[in-house]
């Protein structure tokens, strides 16, 4: 009983630890340009071993895709949910949330865009994210200050995009960003934790505008 265990951690410890070695060459590379040796080579296993737990590197892919925008979308969708928030702390803490993780994922962003891009509607179509948002205590309340004139912009979806859009792309153009303006990895992450304040300011009036 005691030896089975062992195996089924040993089991459970190989394959996170290919799953890991993926997670990383797939978000350097892309789908396309990851061979499946380089992902053995980043775990320090043999290929007949990769293969023996994944059987190919499109069903590890899809894993690491499915769970790469779970986490991605989990910290959304938390927010978007909490009752007990204002849309106005709503936004910081979406500004907060995700420069903070980003921040330890910095080419998390554009690897999934690309991806998304290569295939649209395929793992996308395993995750409620659409109902998630349209039924989420965010849009109630939106809704809410549309009516009270407390915002001007009656699309939540155009709210959403401003705030998602001032968090990620900077992190997507980070090498345009650091290139054109000669500041270096370090002062970028800085600039990055002041937008953490810059953002819900600039949300809030954009909100107002008229």
């Given at each position: 009983?005691?030896?089975?265990?062992?195996?089924?951690?040993?089991?459970?410890s190989t394959e996170e630890k290919?799953?890991?070695?993926?997670?990383?060459?797939?978000?350097?590379?892309?789908?396309?340009?990851?061979?499946?040796?380089?992902?053995?080579?980043?775990?320090?296993?043999?290929?007949?071993?990769?293969?023996?737990?994944?059987?190919?590197?499109?069903?590890?892919?899809?894993?690491?895709?499915?769970?790469?925008?779970?986490?991605?979308?989990?910290?959304?969708?938390?927010?978007?949910?909490?009752?007990?928030?204002?849309?106005?702390?709503?936004?910081?803490?979406?500004?907060?949330?995700?420069?903070?993780?980003?921040?330890?994922?910095?080419?998390?962003?554009?690897?999934?865009?690309?991806?998304?891009?290569?295939?649209?509607?395929?793992?996308?179509?395993?995750?409620?994210?659409?109902?998630?948002?349209?039924?989420?205590?965010?849009?109630?309340?939106?809704?809410?200050?549309?009516?009270?004139?407390?915002?001007?912009?009656?699309?939540?979806?155009?709210?959403?995009?401003?705030?998602?859009?001032?968090?990620?792309?900077?992190?997507?153009?980070?090498?345009l960003i650091t290139?054109?303006?000669?500041?270096?990895?370090?002062?970028?992450?800085?600039?990055?934790?002041?937008?953490?304040?810059?953002?819900?300011?600039?949300?809030?009036?954009?909100?107002?505008?008229?």
């Open positions: 009983m005691a030896k089975t265990k062992e195996v089924n951690n040993l089991d459970t290919i799953k890991e070695a993926a997670r990383t060459v797939f978000h350097q590379k892309g789908f396309a340009a990851t061979r499946t040796r380089d992902i053995a080579e980043e775990a320090g296993i043999n290929l007949a071993l990769l293969n023996y737990y994944f059987r190919s590197k499109q069903k590890l892919f899809d894993i690491i895709m499915l769970e790469t925008l779970s986490g991605f979308i989990h910290h959304l969708t938390t927010i978007l949910n909490d009752g007990k928030t204002s849309l106005e702390k709503k936004i910081e803490l979406i500004a907060s949330n995700y420069i903070n993780f980003l921040s330890g994922e910095p080419g998390l962003p554009l690897f999934i865009m690309s991806e998304l891009r290569n295939n649209p509607t395929g793992l996308m179509g395993k995750l409620p994210i659409k109902d998630i948002v349209l039924n989420s205590e965010f849009i109630k309340q939106y809704q809410t200050a549309v009516e009270n004139e407390e915002v001007t912009e009656p699309n939540p979806l155009q709210f959403l995009m401003n705030v998602m859009g001032l968090v990620i792309f900077p992190f997507i153009a980070q090498p290139s054109i303006s000669k500041i270096d990895n370090q002062q970028f992450s800085q600039m990055m934790q002041e937008r953490k304040k810059l953002i819900p300011v600039w949300i809030k009036a954009m909100m107002k505008a008229k």
